[in-house]
């Protein structure tokens, strides 16, 4: 660049000097402005997403950030962002992928049931800025529909959803893994101040066989990936009790769903949409918390445990225990 210089000549050269010096103190202020914005909500803030509900288990909404307490291994920490999740097209995005199970025995009359309560519960989040993915999974996991918030698209594939007639394998564990990669790699991340809402919602009978990766591993990354993975049993996948209560299936026991802030919904009905209803309830009855970390916990590299709490007594979920930074 000096020797450049050198060559011009006086009057050149302060032109040049001068669209440097425009260029240095118009352009690149902004460009810091704009990065330490996206890193510092991206990066820098340590979000949880929590759901809450009262004594009876039904969804509370309207709570604000004085209505919740932090506590980092165990001592109070303030919180620094807060939000709800919100009827609006500007709202915090809302992702979720369905991973249904076509390797068991749902009959046909109950996959009609079930495109018909799925339809539903998709026009029930419309006024949400939610998008949606659709995956089947028996010995394979298919995706059949990347993120969109189109509902004639979901339409078309809920009526090419097929059982999987090799299905000897039900590789649930491999689905919620895939939905996973799928939601870190696909679906609207956060922009601003707009931390998003990640789910999975599994349609199986809860018994994964046939797996490559291990339920551990699985929580583990829906955990970095501060996703929230559900569960629904259908009639003919339930196990019933001699009290008609629903058995543990192994995919509960496993603590995918409550390490990861989720519950199973079991269809006791012989309509799918009160389960469903009451599935978009609980998802949408959904806060963010987060706050900034001191220095050196940044830096250690261990695990830091998080506790949120109701000030007021209601049941609190949280996506996750803690965090590590790596």
């Known amino acids: 660049m000096n020797k450049v210089i050198f060559l011009l000549s006086g009057g050149r050269r302060f032109y040049l000097f001068l669209l440097i010096f425009i260029f240095i103190t118009l352009f ?10 996206v890193i510092r909500v991206e990066t820098d803030l340590i979000p949880f997403e929590v759901t809450v509900t009262d004594a009876g288990g039904n969804p509370v909404r309207g709570l604000k950030a004085e209505d919740f307490r932090l506590f980092e291994d165990g001592i109070e920490r303030q919180i620094d962002f807060f939000e709800p999740l919100k009827k609006s097209d500007t709202s915090r995005p809302l992702s979720i992928v369905f991973a249904l199970d076509v390797s068991g025995s749902m009959t046909r009359e109950e996959l009609l049931k079930l495109r018909d309560a799925l339809q539903i519960f998709i026009k029930r989040l419309a006024d949400y800025n939610s998008y949606f993915a659709v995956m089947t999974f028996g010995m394979d996991v298919k995706t059949l529909q990347s993120f969109t918030n189109r509902p004639e698209k979901l ?9 999987d007639e090799e299905g000897l394998s039900t590789h649930a564990y491999d689905a919620v893994d895939d939905a996973i990669r799928l939601l870190r790699k696909k679906s609207p991340t956060a922009i601003r101040d707009k931390l998003p809402k ?34 629904v049993i259908l009639p003919s996948f339930s ?16 603590g995918l769903l409550e390490k990861t802030g989720g519950r199973s919904f079991y269809a006791t009905e012989s309509s799918f949409e009160p389960l ?18 001191d220095a050196e916990k940044r830096r250690d590299g261990k695990f830091h445990q998080i506790r949120i709490e109701s000030r007021t007594g209601l049941q609190i979920k949280q996506n996750r225990s803690g965090y590590q930074l790596k």
């Open 155 to 163: 339409e078309k594939v809920f009526e090419k959803i097929l059982r």
């Open 28 to 37: 690149l202020p902004v460009q810091a402005q704009d990065s330490d914005e």
């Open 198 to 231: 990640r789910a999975v919602i599994v349609i199986t009978d809860g018994f994964p066989v046939g797996d490559t990766v291990s339920p551990k591993t699985v929580i583990e990354r829906a955990n970095e990936a501060e996703t929230t993975v559900y569960s």
């Open 276 to 293: 469903f209803k009451s599935l978009a309830e609980e998802i949408t009855a959904s806060y963010v918390l987060a706050f900034y970390p």
């Open 239 to 254: 196990r019933l009790q001699r009290d008609k209560k629903p058995l543990l299936t192994p995919l509960e026991a496993s």
